[in-house]
């Protein structure tokens, strides 16, 4: 006579020996809606929540229920769902307020709800399912010691493939909302894996897992199913660990582990973007497959690693670019800097351009920056001829330049902005200035415009402490028309990039977020609310039971010192936060501050930027080189560079004795006195990426004051930001244009739009 606990281990033990021919062991259908193989998988999992509790059965049983629940959720139709946690996706995604968003479960094949609901019951973080299983087969099984420099024994090759096979076919089954949160904040499974594919790696001996993978060619590598594994959870982990844990406390992996894992991830994404083959070949010989897994076919598990190690590196290459861990070229494939690559990626259809689509960062910055410079001449290119036909002049009051720029350039096509536009300025006594607009005008109009636009003061923008932009929660108190502004101001910068006109707009990261059509999370919240953070870290790390500091799931808004209370989830003003839910609840609070609270500003300012700049070109950088992109380098300026790239004119001349006196007095400046020349010249800090012979119209240095005349000692050196010209007087000395030059720069007193 068996307990119900033994009848239970004996039950899913006879399962786990006939498994996967499931001959006489799976009932009978009870109907269409209700499979054999789905009951007992419901009741498999009910069951295993009980044996796994009592960790005496734990370790025996734990193989056997997941060489159950492999099988039986390899043949469950996929589950979707739209639980709390796609609903805070909704809004990070910045879906509209009247979108569908079915909060219910549906399944494809219509299984039963009630079966459905009880599979994924099993799942849910507060039955510890997941927790019990995956510690539970690695206990006694995996290493430990990190340190360990062999290679994983049989056991541990075992327990890797079994539980990696178990959790790719959940993946693929199940929605990752219920799963996830489990598996990455109470396991070990992220450190655990990584250990076992550091030795792998570090023997080079990888284990075939034939025993999971179907077919599986010989020469797979054997890196595929853990590396599918670990990539998700890890990804979905870095999503809510804050600053302190990840660079003070080094959890989950120390700094020195990840730059080992970017080189190892990095070689594997590679190696399956330029060298492995996308789909198997028919005639590729096989190892046998006794589980015979559909879920567990080496294309899905390709097309999962490809899509798992694209996006774990681009998180870390994000938590690099914010306080670096590893070098920059460590995210850099040296056969992606070869000219071939180059030139393949610029032609397009190809396998270099398929790899800048899906991993950009494995090409170098500058690469880059050539490949959308390429695309922006082709743009120009194919809009030549309507431009031709079409040409649009404007006149624009200084005294109100947002105002008539926003009612004339609002009104015109995507078409018309890529073409050329002329300006001319009227003055406040209502007289046309004089001049014919070469481009130089429109230049001076564009610094004008976004210097205005995005002033602070104008309420369209707020700083954050850190002096970066983003868009004001509040802007529509203080405009009517606030998102139609932000469309335009969207087409403004647009137009900048498109023409390379650099404008000195520093932009929090969390907004240029928006314009890849990304989420923003709780490490991107320090740069906009300090002290908001400090309380969720608070909250996340509380040891008492936070149901006694009554907080419920809401949030107080306050703009203009208007405040309302408004719901993270439906009912949360009656949902309180518990130490079971309180991830769910800094998600949802970060995600209300940096994502839904400026997701309309955000839209339009999108839908503008998108005349200009597709989100295919943008895709390619991440938020701080989209800064590099928007505002130049903020690297020293390069002097040499700039005087290979200098035209002269008024009697100037390369060898010319004031010129040379002027590049000696460049090269003496200090780093900042040498921006702040450039912004005086050019009207931007920051030189064009690819260097000076970027910039449009060329740097020029004119002779300034009456021919013939020599004694300007009076005189200070004035500019033409429109024109990139520089009017310098022929001092006597260098040590009277050095004084005259830095007294300019420093005053901003030089500036001649003439």
Not at 125 to 152: C, I, R
Request: with cysteine.
């Amino acid at each position: 006579v068996f307990s119900a606990n033994g009848l239970s281990k004996y039950y899913i033990h006879q399962i786990a020996c006939y498994l996967p021919s499931r001959a006489d062991v799976l009932p009978n259908d009870i109907s269409a809606k209700q499979p054999g193989y789905a009951c007992v998988l419901a009741n498999v999992l009910e069951a295993a929540t009980w044996i796994l509790s009592e960790p005496k059965f734990a370790s025996d049983r734990a193989a056997d229920i997941i060489a159950v629940s492999t099988s039986l959720l390899d043949a469950l139709p996929t589950i979707t769902s739209a639980t709390e946690t796609v609903f805070l996706y909704g809004l990070c995604t910045g879906a509209d307020d009247d979108d569908d968003m079915a909060m219910d479960v549906d399944v494809k094949d219509e299984l039963d709800i009630d079966l459905q609901k009880q599979i994924m019951a099993a799942f849910d973080s507060n039955t510890k399912l997941l927790e019990h299983l995956v510690n539970a087969l690695f206990t006694g099984t995996l290493s430990t010691n990190y340190s360990d420099p062999s290679g994983p024994s049989d056991a541990e090759v075992e327990a890797v493939g079994s539980i990696c096979a178990f959790l790719h076919v959940m993946f693929s089954t199940l929605p990752l909302d219920v799963t996830m949160t489990a598996l990455a904040y109470r396991t070990d499974i992220v450190p655990a894996l990584w250990n076992f594919i550091k030795r792998c790696h570090e023997n080079q001996r990888w284990p075939y897992f034939s025993k999971y993978i179907s077919p599986l060619p010989v020469d797979a590598p054997g890196w595929l199913l853990p590396v599918s594994v670990f990539c998700p959870i890890y990804k979905y982990m870095l999503k809510i660990v804050d600053n302190e844990e990840f660079y003070e406390q080094e959890k989950p992996l120390s700094l020195k582990d990840l730059k080992a894992l970017v080189l190892i991830l990095k070689q594997a994404l590679w190696q399956l973007l330029w060298i492995i083959p996308s789909h198997t070949s028919p005639s590729q010989k096989a190892l046998p497959n006794p589980l015979g897994l559909k879920k567990m076919s080496i294309d899905s598990l390709k097309s999962q690693a490809r899509i798992g190690l694209s996006e774990l590196l681009t998180q870390l290459q994000d938590w690099n670019s914010r306080l670096p861990f590893t070098a920059e070229s460590d995210f850099y494939s040296q056969e992606a800097t070869s000219e071939n690559f180059v030139s393949q990626a610029i032609l397009g259809n190809t396998r270099a351009s398929e790899i800048i689509k899906l991993a950009p960062f494995l090409a170098p910055f500058t690469i880059r920056v050539k490949i959308f410079t390429s695309q922006l001449a082709n743009s120009k290119q194919s809009t030549a001829s309507h431009s031709a036909l079409t040409r649009h002049r404007f006149k624009i009051r200084r005294s109100r330049l947002l105002e008539d720029a926003f009612d004339q350039l609002s009104l015109l096509s995507e078409e018309d902005l890529k073409g050329p536009i002329r300006v001319s300025f009227v003055n406040e006594h209502g007289v046309e200035e004089a001049g014919i607009d070469g481009g130089g005008i429109f230049k001076d109009f564009m610094e004008n415009i976004t210097r205005a636009a995005f002033d602070v003061q104008y309420g369209l923008f707020k700083e954050t402490v850190d002096h970066v932009l983003y868009p004001n929660p509040g802007s529509g108190l203080v405009h009517e028309q606030h998102l139609q502004y932000f469309q335009f101001l969207g087409s403004l910068l647009g137009k900048a990039m498109y023409e390379g006109i650099l404008v000195d707009l520093p932009f929090a990261t969390f907004f240029l977020s928006k314009l890849k059509e990304k989420s923003n999370f709780l490490n991107d919240l320090p740069s906009l609310d300090p002290e908001l953070y400090r309380h969720l870290l608070f909250l996340k790390h509380y040891k008492g039971d936070l149901s006694d500091l009554e907080l419920y799931f809401v949030i107080v808004n306050n703009e203009y010192g208007e405040q309302n209370e408004e719901e993270l989830l439906p009912g949360g003003r009656e949902m309180r936060v518990t130490n079971q839910n309180v991830i769910t609840f800094i998600h949802l609070v970060a995600n209300h501050r940096l994502n839904y609270q400026i997701r309309g500003q955000g839209r339009h300012f999108l839908r503008g930027f998108q005349k200009l700049i597709p989100k295919e070109w943008i895709d390619m950088f991440n938020e701080h080189e989209i800064q590099l992109l928007i505002s130049g380098s903020l690297e020293s300026l390069d002097i040499d560079d700039l005087r290979l790239n200098t035209n002269y004119s008024g009697g100037y001349h390369p060898d010319h004795e004031i010129i040379d006196m002027l590049w000696e007095v460049l090269k003496s400046f200090s780093s900042d006195n040498q921006k702040k020349f450039l912004k005086f010249v050019t009207g931007c800090s920051r030189g064009p990426l690819l260097g000076f012979e970027y910039l449009d119209p060329k740097f020029c240095i004119q002779r300034a004051g009456v021919p013939g005349l020599e004694e300007h000692g009076d005189r200070l050196p004035t500019s033409a930001t429109c024109m990139n010209l520089l009017k310098l007087p022929p001092y006597r000395t260098k040590e009277q244009l050095q004084t005259k030059l830095l007294y300019a720069i420093n005053s901003e007193a030089g500036f001649d739009l003439s």
